[in-house]
Antibody, heavy 118, light 107 residues
Framework: QVQLVESGGGVVQPGRSLRLSCVAS????????IHWVRQAPGKGLEWVAV????????YYADSVKGRFTISRDNSKNTVYLQMNSLKTEDTAVYYC???????????WGQGTLVTVSS | EIVLTQSPGTLSLSPGERATLSCRAS??????LAWYQQKPGQAPRLLIY???NRATGIPARFSGSGSGTDFTLSISSLEPEDFAVYYC?????????FGRGTKVEIK
């Protein structure tokens, strides 16, 4: 079955960096865009970034543009989210999700928690 | 940025009742709208895409309608497992945006 598993979350100080990974299985990875969506504690959902199936196109939310970079390695069925210059407001559960029927999200991984705190 | 406004914020209903959730867009999104369900401690799950298409494995009691700026998610008869938070999301314009959610709680 289709599965996405995130890793790399943790506690980091403001201004530092962190890299998240999303490993996919159960589908032809190189044929699908992959998204990152985050959810601050007790809050709603915020789309973060997407990368196209071949890695040639990327889009970002304004809140992370210039600080976060999405990339993929189709030989490893893995998408990465490099997060630099982290801010306290980046604290959230980060989900990766397979793009479906355009830019919908289906399915989602279980999420990885990133806490930015001094 | 397209703003999605969901109402009500909380819906208190009993099992077996019908739920009607609303999502209004700040500009037309055609039918490029999805609905997700999220239960506590779980990732969201896609229910409806392109306004009215049920995702794989979603029960027929869930239905979506609307186009342009006004959309509705209906649950015909609430089951105990349907009490959750529901989000709408548009894919018409970048950035992709979500509504703030409607919580369906047990009355």
């Amino acid at each position: 079955q289709v599965q996405l598993v995130e890793s790399g979350g943790g506690v980091v100080q403001p201004g530092r960096s962190l890299r998240l990974s999303c490993v996919a299985s159960g589908f032809t990875f190189s044929s699908y865009g992959i998204h990152w969506v985050r959810q601050a504690p007790g809050k709603g959902l915020e789309w973060v970034a997407v990368i196209s199936s071949d890695g040639s196109n990327e889009y970002y939310a304004d809140s992370v543009k210039g600080r976060f970079t999405i990339s993929r390695d189709n030989s490893k069925n893995t998408v990465y989210l490099q997060m630099n210059s982290l801010k306290t407001e980046d604290t959230a559960v980060y989900y990766c999700a397979k793009g479906r029927a355009g830019n919908y999200f289906d399915p989602w991984g279980q999420g990885t928690l990133v806490t930015v705190s001094s | 940025e397209i703003v999605l406004t969901q109402s009500p914020g909380t819906l208190s209903l009993s099992p077996g009742e019908r739920a009607t959730l609303s999502c209004r867009a700040s500009q037309s999104v055609s039918t490029y709208l999805a609905w997700y369900q999220q239960k506590p401690g779980q990732a969201p799950r896609l229910l409806i895409y392109d306004a009215s298409n049920r995702a794989t494995g979603i029960p027929a009691r869930f239905s979506g309608s609307g186009s342009g700026t006004d959309f509705t998610l209906s649950i015909s008869s609430l089951e105990p497992e349907d009490f959750a938070v529901y989000y709408c999301q548009q894919r018409s314009n970048w950035p992709l945006t979500f509504g703030r959610g409607t919580k369906v709680e047990i009355k």
